[in-house]
């Protein structure tokens, strides 16, 4: 139960993964490195055999090194988008995310201790919605500015 579900295509490659929503006062965490001009979300692929919610805090204590628990789920995204990692650079990804709320404690502090599929060192941010630096999914600019206990799907297409 180790494998990462991202399956390679003849056309692309199908992730299936979670995103967390950590949220203090009107800020929310998101991640950056070098290699790329944008930030995301925390999180990452689900393992095979491992449900959503157990990957998002597996995926929350490898980024941040805190358990959280899962409030509720928020969003669902399908996404499809030019690979811009060394990996999928030239493949087209074909990507469905589960976007969960987290139960955040007052004393919450993260330190990141992850790296990209490529190796790069990632470092936690906390933004507002309103951040001028580019960040996906691009939903968050909205939708956690306000943020609704509905489950809401989006499509993006930027292929």
Same mark, same amino acid.
């Given at each position: 139960m180790n494998q990462d579900l991202c399956v390679k295509m003849e056309e692309g490659i199908l992730n299936i993964r979670v995103g967390? %929503? %950590?949220?203090?006062?009107?800020? +929310?965490?998101?991640?950056e490195n070098d290699l790329f001009d944008h930030m995301y979300s925390v999180g990452g692929r689900i393992k095979f055999g491992e449900t959503a919610q157990?990957?998002? %805090?597996?995926?929350?204590?490898? !980024?941040?090194g805190v358990k959280l628990e899962v409030d509720r789920?928020? /969003?669902?995204?399908e996404n499809f988008f030019p690979g811009d990692s060394i990996v999928k650079r030239g493949k087209i990804?074909?990507?469905i995310s589960l976007f969960f709320y987290m139960k955040v &404690? !007052?004393? +919450?502090? &993260?330190v990141c201790y992850s790296f990209t599929e490529d190796g790069n060192k990632e470092r936690l941010v906390w933004i507002t919605a309103d951040h001028p630096?580019?960040?996906?999914?691009? /939903? /968050?600019?909205? !939708?956690?500015?306000? &943020?609704?206990?509905? %489950?809401?799907? /989006?499509?993006?297409?930027q292929v």
């Open positions: 967390a %929503i %950590i949220m203090k006062e009107d800020k +929310f965490l998101m991640v157990e990957a998002v %805090i597996r995926e929350v204590y490898e !980024e941040t789920l928020g /969003f669902i995204h990804v074909h990507e &404690p !007052e004393n +919450f502090e &993260p630096k580019t960040y996906y999914p691009a /939903f /968050f600019r909205t !939708e956690l500015a306000n &943020p609704s206990k509905e %489950i809401k799907h /989006f499509v993006t297409r």
